[in-house]
């Protein structure tokens, strides 16, 4: 039997999970005869961040590293293997270490593959009297976060200087798409959420639509992002009061469309089936995406996810309470996020009526083809990411 010489590193600065696998389309990778191989470097970069990830790794052998010079020999290594080798890598320099690691790939060579746009819109808070106050009272609260908001800063521009682009930059939608042109291949692709999508719309055809999914965020009941940007996860609310007020919520939604909802599971961690504080309403710990087929509309307060309504052509209803609401660098990116699927997000402890809920749920068609042309593809055919990458070799 011919030997597998096409190899891919996935170079991963999170825990590597089944989301993972199946989200950056490792496993189709593997049947289109790539050799994959699981680098989870997050001890390098994040030390004490895999704690975080309440879920489990994915059922794969992952080469786990705490030490950046084990990792470089590692590397150095099968390099010299003489496969044919790319590595996939979505990661932001944000500290020295991740600085450093990118800086290695480029010295060392290596074709690396990276999906360079967010997928997602991206808005930047206006500056205001009210607002100043705002961030000044949240670094008061959080002043730790000012360390790493520099640090970030310091090393974006570092990376800048060396010009640590990826190879092949993959290009999801015309909107927040950053990225050095020269020596850089730009690709267009799909976002990772939507190249999902294609992969399983050819299996899902003619599902019925039953119930309603509400796209969990981390907080307030676990921690997020806010570990590693080292504030407080109560900027987001509190569980005491945000979980009673959406259960509230659910109830007269549930009542007013005649939908039950269900709940998919944040990546990052993992919740009983039907647990307490979701009303003992169905949680989904899977893939979402396969869930949003049969989904009438989808829920969150900020999920990527909502852009998949686009091209479901299903509502997107975005909820925030009394305490989010206090968190305007939040509340902001929420409105803009609203608006640009064409709707309005809604407080769950004001006094909601029928009318404001049917304004919520309205579809707006060409919003909806704007989004997916600005935001989750580049690409006028139904080619998927990984059928992209394939070609590479």
């Known amino acids: 039997m011919k030997k597998n010489n096409n190899y891919l590193i996935y170079i991963s600065p999170i825990k590597i999970r089944d989301y993972d696998w199946q989200n950056r389309e490792l496993g189709v990778l593997e049947k289109k005869k790539l050799k994959i191989i699981l680098h989870e470097i997050v001890e390098i970069i994040r030390p004490g961040f895999t704690k975080i990830f309440l879920n489990p790794s994915v059922k794969k052998k992952i080469f786990f590293f705490n030490s950046l010079k084990k ?19 979505h990661m932001n320099v944000v500290n020295f270490k991740s600085f450093l690691i990118l800086k290695f790939l480029k010295q060392e060579k290596i074709e690396i593959i990276s999906v360079t746009s967010p997928g997602h819109p991206l808005k930047n808070h206006p500056i205001y009297l009210k607002f100043i106050i705002y961030k000044f009272y949240f670094l008061l609260r959080n002043p730790a976060t000012i360390l790493i908001l520099v640090e970030t800063i310091f090393f974006s521009f570092f990376k800048k200087l060396f010009k ?9 939608g015309s909107k927040h798409f950053y990225n050095e042109k020269k020596k850089t291949k730009i690709i267009k692709a799909n976002s990772s959420d939507f190249s999902n999508y ?8 003619n599902i ?9 965020q981390p907080t307030p009941l676990f921690d997020g992002d806010n570990f590693y940007q080292k504030f407080n996860k109560n900027e987001f609310g509190t569980a005491e009061k945000w979980y009673p007020s959406l259960n509230i919520f659910f109830e007269y939604l549930e009542d007013f469309t005649k939908t039950k909802i269900k709940v998919a599971a944040h990546p990052k961690v993992r919740h009983p089936n039907k647990p307490i504080y979701y009303g003992k309403r169905e949680v989904i710990n899977q893939n ?9 509309f989808l829920i969150s307060m900020l999920s990527t996810g909502l852009g998949l309504c686009s091209v ?21 990116k929420q409105k803009h996020y609203a608006s640009e699927l064409g709707t309005v997000p809604i407080n769950i402890d004001n006094k909601f009526n029928d009318n404001e809920i049917k304004k919520a749920l309205k579809i707006n068609k060409i919003k909806f083809n704007t989004f997916k042309f600005n935001y989750l593809t580049s690409r006028k055919d139904s080619k998927t990411n990984s059928t992209i990458i394939k070609e590479l070799y």
């Open 198 to 205: 294609l992969i399983l719309k050819k299996k899902t055809n």
């Open 208 to 216: 019925k639509r039953k119930f309603a999914l509400f796209l969990e």
């Open 71 to 89: 990792w470089k020999k590692e590397i150095i290594k099968l390099k010299k293997s003489k496969k044919k080798i790319k590595i996939m890598i």
């Open 288 to 296: 979402f995406i396969k869930a949003s087929f049969s989904s009438k």
């Open 164 to 172: 640590l682009n990826p190879t092949y930059a993959f290009q999801a």
């Open 312 to 332: 479901h052509k299903i509502p997107a209803l975005f909820v925030h309470s009394d305490e989010t609401s206090r968190n305007l660098s939040f509340i902001n």
